[in-house]
């Protein structure tokens, strides 16, 4: 079996959309449908039908039928747009501030209140069985589709097997394919109705075809699992979803609060769980200033945006959350616009915090120079993991500074300096 190069697959798409802008000036780089711009001359295309095939007999052998891979993959091509979507990067990382600030509107605060007391009885059977609260359910639901107002337009079967066919991330994505096969192999989608981003993720609440798999809930009893028309099913898989990876039924999800100015903020970080008694003796106090309650539960201290911004106790139902997205913000921004919606106040603090955005460039030159400096940051690949936050945490130790893992524009300048002397 031969499998286009990347460098090929480009090179087709150039030629098809220079054909496109002659023949049909105007004309988008690629269709969301079959048939459209999307697919590649004649040589990729027979590659790509002699990939298609081996999926196929992987697929026939995995018990699929054949009469849902005749309906889910005859007359696919290749999506180009899909690839451009993989492929793109932000040019410049999001700051908690503006990340929280673009999530977690007054217009989606409302709508989510709104929405709650619309959907309040079907909500709270849901969590009489799960143990989720709606408010959370409802901030899945606005930040995942904006309360389904866009769930994604490309066929999923088609963009799953785009990306399962180019070779960046192909063994992940053809596992994402055949487990969106199996679904419509057991009649809860037709392929044409089964729509979602360009990346897979499908319905109300934008499960990938795995999560759906393990996780899914006919909460109708109608014989399918439809998360893409059925609220009853959308709210119920998510609550499974939640309950199945360990959610905490009464249990908070975090808390903002006041560090003392001694605080020891290598002690910040998911790396470090104490009892709320623990932190409230080491001066953490709620964001209010008031003290903490006393209980035995355990958290952790998380700086999103450095010492200088807000603080944070979360518990495990914020890890609970993170096994849904592994984004620190994103989990954070669940959590308050949850908060939100049943009229608890915003954050109150590190409102100052300087918060300009790195480009992926220079979060690149940071991790060079904590690389030549000794400290490993690991792949200088312009994305502050937690290598880099660990590699800077002990940069920032070494200099003396407060070592709260946090890539900033003054902490770049700090490394230039060092790397000169």
């Not at 929405?115 to 989720?132: A, F, K, M, S, W």
């Not at 290598?266 to 008694?277: C, D, E, I, P």
């Not at 997205?325 to 106040?345: E, F, K, Q």
Request: charged content about 25%.
């Amino acid at each position: 079996m031969k499998i286009l190069s990347c460098r090929k697959f480009y090179i087709a798409a150039a030629v098809i959309t220079a054909l496109l802008f002659v023949l049909l000036p105007g004309s988008p780089l690629a269709e969301e449908n079959r048939g459209g711009a999307g697919s590649l001359s004649s040589g990729g295309e027979q590659d790509f039908r002699d990939w298609l095939e081996a999926l196929r007999r992987e697929a026939r052998e995995q018990g699929i039928s054949e009469a849902t891979l005749d309906a889910s993959l005859i007359g696919i091509s290749p999506v180009m747009r899909v690839i451009e979507l993989d492929r793109s990067q932000p040019e410049f990382t999001q700051t908690f501030w503006d990340y929280l600030n673009r999530r977690v509107t007054e217009n989606r605060v409302k709508r989510g209140r709104e929405l709650l007391d619309t959907h309040r009885e079907l909500l709270d059977g849901i969590y009489n069985q799960y143990g989720v609260p709606a408010r959370y359910i409802i901030a899945f639901w606005g930040l995942e589709t904006n309360f389904g107002g866009y769930m994604g337009s490309f066929q999923a079967i088609d963009a799953l097997a785009t990306l399962a066919y180019n070779p960046r991330r192909a063994a992940f994505f053809r596992a994402e394919l055949l487990d969106a096969l199996r679904i419509v192999d057991q009649g809860h989608i037709t392929p044409d109705q089964m729509k979602g981003s360009w990346a897979g993720a499908m319905g109300h609440m934008q499960f990938m075809p795995s999560t759906f798999r393990r996780h899914a809930v006919d909460y109708t009893g109608s014989g399918r699992k439809d998360i893409w028309n059925s609220l009853p099913d959308a709210f119920a898989s998510a609550a499974g979803f939640l309950s199945d990876i360990g959610w905490q039924k009464g249990e908070l999800w975090g808390r903002e609060v006041l560090l003392p100015d001694d605080f020891d903020v290598s002690l910040a970080g998911m790396h470090t769980k104490k009892t709320v008694t623990a932190w409230a003796d080491l001066g953490v106090r709620r964001a209010n200033g008031g003290p903490l309650p006393t209980a035995e539960m355990d958290g952790s201290v998380i700086l999103p945006q450095g010492r200088e911004g807000p603080a944070f106790l979360v518990y495990d139902n914020f890890r609970v959350i993170m096994g849904w997205n592994r984004s620190v913000n994103y989990a954070i921004t669940v959590g308050h616009l949850a908060d939100r919606i049943i009229g608890l106040p915003e954050i109150i603090n590190g409102h100052d915090a300087a918060h300009t955005p790195l480009s992926r460039a220079e979060i690149q030159k940071i991790q060079t120079r904590l690389n030549r400096l000794g400290f490993d940051a690991g792949p200088e690949d312009g994305i502050a993991g937690r290598q880099t936050n660990t590699a800077i945490r002990n940069f920032q130790a070494d200099q003396g500074l407060p070592p709260d893992g946090y890539a900033s524009p003054d902490l770049l300048e700090r490394l230039q300096k060092a790397a000169k002397d």
